[in-house]
């Protein structure tokens, strides 16, 4: 952890500050723990098999925009975008809170000529890094299993970069917010019933009314509708007013982390 710090330090005395230092230093620190890296993607892995292919066995074909699909092509586009979510989430969550909490690396950081908006897109470029890892490994492990159905499913994989920039975004702001380890409980509190109810397991069409709205504004509704689209082939105008809500919530979220480490390292 010295090393890495010192490293990302000198560098960036030497350097045209940029944010692809802290992504060098996540790189750094991160390779002894790859066992913990690699857990964000075999999780949805282990769902589809378990959900998607076992439990698909007893469960007719589902109709995406009017096309039939079997219940594992169904569900792999949402674990999909599932597995962009995960890889971006906790690094911008755990792992930011306790590198600006606990082990002050960003004051090192900004004791450089790098600033807060550095800090915000360095981190910001390794998540999608993570992210972009687990959701190319699943999409291969889609594709190996047949249940990939269309030509456009090429652009999935550059989908759930939009879903991974929304979530690092949204994640690293709200991060700046929190104060202890207890306020990530409601991290899980948001993130368990988006992934369960956000048409992951099944059309958002068994809800009624309100409760049907709230669910299609959550960002992951967003991130399977673009992926189930682009993998079954079944594309509308959804896919579009997904891909710019996704764009809108990382950039907003982007534009706040940068503001907020602004006022608490360097007010």
Avoid at 150 to 171: D, E, K, N, Q, R
Avoid at 196 to 213: A, E, I, N, Q, Y
Avoid at 239 to 248: G, K, N
Wanted: with cysteine.
């Amino acid at each position: 952890m010295a090393v890495s710090n010192y490293v990302l330090a000198d560098t960036a005395r030497s350097a045209r500050p940029s944010g692809r230092m802290l992504v060098v230093r996540n790189f750094i620190t991160h390779r002894s723990a790859w066992v913990v890296f690699a857990t964000g993607f075999l999780e949805p892995v282990l769902y589809l098999f378990s959900i998607g292919v076992g439990v698909g066995q007893l469960v007719d074909d589902f109709s995406v925009k009017g096309r039939l699909v079997t219940y594992a092509a169904f569900v792999a586009p949402g674990m999909l975008a599932a597995s962009a979510m995960n890889g971006a989430i906790y690094d911008s969550t755990f792992g930011i809170f306790f590198k600006l909490r606990y082990d002050k690396v960003y004051d090192g950081v900004l004791a450089t000529p790098m600033r807060p908006i550095n800090v915000a897109t360095g981190e910001l470029m390794w998540c999608l890094l993570r992210s972009g890892v687990y959701s190319l490994a699943f999409v291969l492990v889609m594709a190996a299993m047949g249940l990939v159905d269309s030509w456009w499913a090429v652009l999935a994989w550059p989908a759930t970069w939009l879903i991974g920039f929304a979530f690092a975004g949204a994640g690293m702001a709200l991060t700046t917010f929190m104060k202890s380890w207890q306020d990530f409980e409601y991290v899980q509190l948001a993130i368990i019933p988006m992934f369960l109810f956000s048409g992951t397991f099944f059309p958002v069409s068994v809800f009624d009314g309100p409760l049907r709205w709230v669910v299609e504004a959550t960002p992951l509704y967003r991130g399977v509708v673009l992926c189930r689209e682009l993998t079954t082939g079944a594309l509308s105008w959804d896919s579009l007013i997904s891909a710019v809500y996704l764009l809108a919530m990382g950039a907003i979220g982007l534009m706040v982390v940068s503001r907020r480490l602004h006022k608490i390292l360097l007010s």
